[in-house]
């Protein structure tokens, strides 16, 4: 082969920011597969990625001959296949494909981190991921990360050196296609459009998040700083794309509070915004925050590594300290009474995915990084 394997987990995640790097590979003239691990329910999620794929089972879990089983199966493939590069994604999902492409032989190994998620852990979880990442890095021949913010933690964490590690030009994985977020499906027309569409009216204020309903990702935690606006009160609107309306009212989220569960068309759920919250303790590069402001959206996150490389202080958005609920509270209140701030934040947030986050322009990136360093003929 002497080609590039890339490895991902989840295959929904593989599809959408994988696969374009892949894509990439393979019209350049590289050899170039993505092997992905497919959990039970997901085949139709596997069935859409169209690059060469294999499916193995490779994802870090408690079921020790399980995980002794993928690790041989994918040494076997490699010994067989002979790559040059083995290039694997996510935290958890790495350690059996790097440590099994080390004792085969493949010469560059790059463990590609997509955030630090020890970091909002507890014990003995947080042990374990860390010591994780150890092996990872100590199995890999590169490191890269999505966002400098996350690459420093990782360094004054002791897990790199001061020089170790890197991030391909401007982070994310595979930026933003803007040919799906197009200007028109954010007109101030298509905004009052997919409003009306919720039940809203045009003048309402809307703030959106989008994530699991996991504590790490910002829920319940979302629910206490809306609970804290006075926005809140006064007809505005929390809606949440990822989080059931069962378990918002489980978890005393009020009328206000609107649960959508997995949202099909999220151009349509950002076009309802005004902003995008994400009070999240841990993230790598958050999609969210990109995809919202590739909308034109507000952008409002905790000043935790990964966010504040998304959000630019008091230009496309406000990073509030971590932890603080009221301060996030208040942000939300400020952008509801002064419209125009928040419609100036949403379209300087546009500029910069524009400029910096363009799915063409960080595939370029990832390509030169081959180049650079030697990893692609």
């Known amino acids: 082969m002497n080609g590039i394997i890339h490895f991902c987990q989840n295959p929904l995640g593989a599809h959408v920011f994988i696969e374009p790097l892949v894509a990439d590979l393979c019209r350049r003239g590289v050899s170039a597969e993505l092997w992905v691990e497919v959990p039970a329910g997901k085949d139709a999620d596997f069935g859409r990625i169209s690059v060469p794929k294999r499916r193995f089972v490779f994802d870090f879990q408690w079921r020790i001959w399980r995980m002794i089983n993928g690790y041989y199966r994918i040494k076997a493939a490699l010994i067989r296949l002979k790559p040059s590069v083995v290039h694997s994604h996510q935290t958890r999902?790495?350690?059996?494909?790097?440590?099994?492409?080390?004792?085969?032989?493949?010469?560059?190994?790059?463990?590609?981190?997509?955030?630090?998620?020890?970091?909002?852990?507890?014990?003995?979880?947080?042990?374990?991921?860390?010591?994780?990442?150890?092996?990872?890095?100590?199995?890999?021949?590169?490191?890269?990360?999505?966002?400098?913010?996350?690459?420093?933690?990782?360094?004054?964490?002791?897990?790199?050196?001061?020089?170790?590690?890197?991030?391909?030009?401007?982070?994310?994985?595979?930026?933003?296609?803007?040919?799906?977020?197009?200007?028109?499906?954010?007109?101030?027309?298509?905004?009052?459009?997919?409003?009306?569409?919720?039940?809203?009216?045009?003048?309402?204020?809307?703030?959106?998040?989008?994530?699991?309903?996991?504590?790490?990702?910002?829920?319940?935690?979302?629910?206490?700083?809306?609970?804290?606006?006075?926005?809140?009160?006064?007809?505005?609107?929390?809606?949440?794309?990822?989080?059931?309306?069962?378990?918002?009212?489980?978890?005393?989220?009020?009328?206000?509070?609107?649960?959508?569960?997995?949202?099909?068309?999220?151009?349509?759920?950002?076009?309802?915004?005004?902003?995008?919250?994400?009070?999240?303790?841990?993230?790598?590069?958050?999609?969210?925050?990109?995809?919202?402001?590739?909308?034109?959206?507000?952008?409002v996150g905790y000043d935790v590594p990964g966010t504040r490389c998304a959000i630019v202080h008091g230009c496309t958005g406000e990073l509030i300290t971590a932890g603080d609920s009221a301060e996030f509270s208040a942000a939300l209140d400020r952008l509801c009474l002064n419209r125009g701030q928040c419609m100036q934040y949403g379209a300087s947030a546009r500029v910069r995915i524009e400029r910096e986050y363009s799915r063409s322009a960080i595939i370029e990136q990832m390509w030169e990084y081959y180049v650079r360093n030697g990893l692609v003929p």
Request: aromatic residues 8%; positive net charge; glycine residues 12%.
């Open 93 to 299: 999902a790495s350690l059996i494909p790097l440590w099994a492409a080390k004792a085969a032989g493949v010469p560059e190994r790059i463990y590609h981190n997509h955030g630090l998620t020890y970091g909002a852990s507890k014990q003995p979880k947080r042990a374990i991921l860390r010591w994780i990442e150890r092996l990872n890095i100590a199995a890999a021949t590169r490191v890269l990360f999505v966002s400098r913010s996350t690459m420093d933690l990782a360094r004054s964490d002791g897990l790199l050196g001061k020089d170790d590690g890197a991030v391909p030009g401007n982070g994310t994985i595979a930026g933003i296609d803007l040919d799906d977020y197009r200007p028109e499906l954010f007109t101030a027309e298509a905004r009052e459009l997919a409003k009306e569409k919720f039940g809203f009216r045009s003048e309402d204020f809307v703030v959106g998040y989008v994530g699991r309903p996991v504590p790490h990702k910002g829920f319940p935690g979302i629910l206490r700083i809306w609970e804290g606006t006075r926005a809140s009160r006064s007809g505005a609107r929390l809606l949440l794309a990822g989080c059931a309306a069962a378990k918002v009212a489980e978890s005393g989220g009020g009328p206000s509070v609107i649960g959508l569960g997995r949202v099909a068309d999220m151009k349509g759920f950002y076009a309802a915004c005004d902003v995008i919250a994400l009070p999240s303790y841990t993230e790598g590069y958050p999609y969210a925050l990109l995809e919202g402001a590739a909308a034109g959206c507000a952008l």
